[in-house]
């Protein structure tokens, strides 16, 4: 039998080793990732595809249910949230976790919390070996299936929106504007809207191929299409592939310059 992946998340470095501790006294469970946030999370359980996983739920930026969310249903593990607080053990259950474990809890409770979930992915398991075996059988008959793997990449920008974490490749960038309190972040045909300034978010792409060309607009240079100056001189139209057109403001003219030397 195959030992089963397991995820560990909690920002408590003492409530991370414990559960590291326990979860070591039995042979069938390899922990493939300890993690102290919930970025750390989404990674490692879009990088290793864990059966289980163990999860805090308050933690700073994204708590444990956001976590979840941002994980497409297919990569969803059993999870057993590990928790100080049981105002969340109803919504636990709605977003069927396999057990809430109530901070302190007793070597027991967790082990028979890890016994129930070693039978729902045993059931799972061979749900899955079945339906492996039809598609096999359908290979054999000339039938198949396109399988689509997303790639993944270190050169994106995490953007969290709405409950859900999404990782955006720098390079599928066109543009970022300035919207009263918040920042759009222009990607082909959508855009997410966040709460942060402009220079907080130039802070966090990197230049080149990013480039601040207005108070109110960053532009990827890997998407532009034209530069013409105006007639003063300082001042340039920038028009990007897929269309959009801004121009430039005096401040921001030696950047210009640069890109048009490249």
Same mark, same amino acid.
């Given at each position: 039998?195959?030992?089963?992946? *397991?995820?560990?998340?909690?920002?408590?470095?003492?409530? !991370? $080793?414990?559960?590291?501790? =326990? #979860?070591?006294? @039995?042979? +069938?469970?390899?922990?493939?990732?300890?993690? *102290?946030?919930?970025?750390?999370?989404?990674?490692?359980? !879009? $990088?290793?595809?864990?059966? =289980? #996983?163990?999860? @805090?739920? +308050?933690?700073?930026?994204?708590?444990?249910?956001?976590?979840?969310?941002?994980?497409?249903?297919?990569?969803?593990?059993?999870?057993?949230?590990?928790?100080?607080? @049981?105002?969340?053990?109803?919504?636990?259950?709605?977003?069927?976790?396999?057990?809430?474990?109530?901070?302190?809890?007793?070597?027991?409770?967790?082990?028979?919390?890890?016994?129930?979930?070693?039978?729902?992915?045993?059931?799972?398991?061979?749900?899955?070996?079945?339906?492996?075996?039809?598609?096999?059988?359908?290979?054999?008959?000339?039938?198949?299936?396109?399988?689509?793997?997303?790639?993944?990449?270190?050169?994106?920008?995490?953007?969290?929106?709405?409950?859900?974490?999404?990782?955006?490749?720098?390079?599928?960038?066109?543009?970022?504007?300035?919207?009263?309190?918040?920042?759009?972040?222009?990607?082909?045909?959508?855009?997410?809207?966040?709460?942060?300034?402009?220079?907080?978010?130039?802070?966090?792409?990197?230049?080149?191929?990013?480039?601040?060309?207005?108070?109110?607009?960053?532009?990827?240079?890997?998407?532009?299409?034209?530069?013409?100056?105006?007639?003063?001189?300082?001042?340039?139209?920038?028009?990007?592939?897929?269309?959009?057109?801004?121009?430039?403001?005096?401040?921001?003219?030696?950047?210009?310059?640069?890109?048009?030397?490249?």
């Amino acid at each position: 039998m195959e030992k089963i992946k *397991a995820v560990i998340v909690d920002d408590e470095l003492e409530a !991370r $080793e414990g559960v590291a501790w =326990l #979860l070591a006294k @039995d042979q +069938q469970v390899d922990i493939v990732a300890v993690c *102290a946030n919930g970025i750390e999370a989404i990674q490692a359980i !879009r $990088e290793y595809h864990p059966e =289980l #996983l163990f999860l @805090d739920i +308050q933690m700073p930026q994204i708590n444990g249910f956001e976590v979840l969310n941002s994980i497409s249903a297919e990569y969803l593990p059993a999870v057993i949230f590990t928790t100080a607080y @049981d105002e969340y053990t109803l919504k636990a259950f709605e977003v069927h976790a396999v057990d809430y474990l109530l901070k302190p809890f007793t070597d027991e409770r967790f082990y028979a919390a890890l016994s129930h979930a070693k039978q729902i992915i045993e059931r799972k398991n061979t749900s899955n070996q079945q339906v492996a075996g039809f598609i096999q059988s359908q290979l054999k008959t000339g039938q198949s299936n396109q399988i689509v793997s997303e790639s993944s990449t270190s050169e994106r920008l995490t953007v969290k929106v709405d409950g859900k974490v999404y990782f955006v490749p720098f390079q599928e960038i066109s543009w970022i504007e300035a919207y009263d309190y918040y920042v759009k972040i222009h990607v082909a045909d959508r855009f997410y809207l966040l709460r942060d300034s402009l220079k907080r978010m130039e802070t966090r792409l990197p230049s080149p191929p990013f480039v601040r060309v207005h108070k109110s607009s960053i532009i990827n240079q890997r998407h532009l299409q034209e530069i013409a100056p105006q007639q003063n001189g300082n001042e340039y139209h920038i028009t990007l592939m897929n269309g959009q057109q801004l121009n430039s403001s005096r401040s921001y003219r030696d950047q210009i310059k640069t890109l048009m030397n490249n």
